[in-house]
């Protein structure tokens, strides 16, 4: 294939391109339509959407979204934007709709990982259209429910659980996986609010949905034994229950994929918080450790924030040799940005 080939995605999404099936077979295609030329989309230009923007999101568990939202949002520019607008049957025009609401989907979602929070809101917003022109309820609910997620993480509990509910009343029709991915949404949202009955009710909707899910997980719209024991402690927590919140957090990263750094150094700080509340300053330290391991791995802004959060709490310990130690290595690996 010829290398000026790459123009048509631009040259940082080269090499993920090269991943996705019967690419050589497309791409073609591809620079066809940003041409200008005449051309009918099919299924094969759906299908390598949709591929492209699972493996972005695959870097994204990986790495973190600071390198990963530029190349999905170069890729929605250059492609999938002039697919849009291209001639396709009513079928394949709808088909690529949902993909693009999932594109955009992950694009606001690794732009709250940046605290990005006005440029979410726009992603979300363009996704949600596009879902519902595609008349893709699961695209439509998964938004939703992603946009409930950077209302909790702003600390607006009372929008959270409105756009939680939302989602959940959006996919009637939704798989017991799916049923189980709102429903552990509703749950951190409600606990978030103080709301206890319908955090614990929903909470065992997940918990009753999980029992009895596909065995087959999907890249959105999804949920897994570890999303479910991260619910499990965040609702714990947010109705009081620190120890409990504690064992299932640890629950969580014991089942957790150890290649979605990004995810594990958020939660293991999170754990590593709530065991320093508790006064556990040596499970604490260890804790954090790992986290300091894993943490060049990553780029994140969120997990930037957690390594700043990690120094301030240890600040007031510097005294105890294990806690100095541990403040000294992340002084070392942490961004000149962050604060001292």
């Not at 996986?177 to 509703?186: D, K």
Request: proline share 5%.
């Amino acid at each position: 294939m010829d290398p000026s080939r790459r123009s048509v995605i631009g040259a940082s999404l080269f090499a993920v391109a090269l991943a996705v099936p019967n690419w050589a077979d497309v791409v073609g295609r591809m620079e066809a339509v940003r041409m200008g030329q005449t051309q009918r989309l099919g299924m094969p230009e759906v299908d390598m959407a949709i591929a492209m923007t699972e493996r972005v999101s695959e870097l994204d568990d990986q790495f973190g979204g600071r390198h990963a939202r530029p190349m999905a949002a170069a890729f929605l520019v250059n492609t999938v934007v002039p697919y849009l607008k291209a001639d396709a049957p009513e079928p394949v025009r709808k088909a690529m709709m949902s993909a693009a609401s999932y594109l955009c989907y992950l694009i606001g979602y690794m732009a709250v990982d940046e605290g990005l929070q006005g440029l979410a809101r726009r992603s979300h917003s363009k996704a949600l259209q596009l879902a519902a022109a595609a008349g893709d309820d699961s695209a439509y609910c998964t938004t939703l429910r992603g946009m409930s997620v950077q209302a909790v993480d702003m600390g607006r509990g009372p929008l959270a659980l409105r756009l939680a509910d939302a989602a959940a009343t959006a996919s009637p029709k939704a798989g017991p996986r799916m049923r189980a991915f709102l429903a552990g949404q509703q749950a951190h949202a409600a606990a978030w609010t103080g709301d206890r009955g319908n955090a614990l009710a929903c909470i065992g909707k997940a918990e009753a949905a999980m029992e009895k899910a596909e065995s087959r997980a999907e890249t959105f719209g999804s949920y897994d034994l570890p999303s479910l024991a991260y619910h499990i402690g965040q609702v714990r927590y947010g109705l009081g229950d620190i120890r409990g919140s504690i064992e299932a957090m640890e629950q969580s990263d014991k089942l957790r994929d150890p290649t979605h750094h990004r995810s594990r150094v958020r939660y293991l700080s999170m754990l590593a918080e709530r065991q320093l509340e508790i006064g556990h300053l040596d499970a604490a330290c260890d804790t954090w450790g790992r986290v300091v391991d894993i943490y060049p791995l990553v780029q994140s802004g969120q997990c930037d924030q957690s390594v700043a959060t990690m120094r301030a709490r240890l600040r007031p310990h510097l005294k105890t040799p294990v806690a100095r130690a541990l403040y000294e290595r992340a002084r070392l690996l942490a961004p000149a940005s962050l604060p001292a």
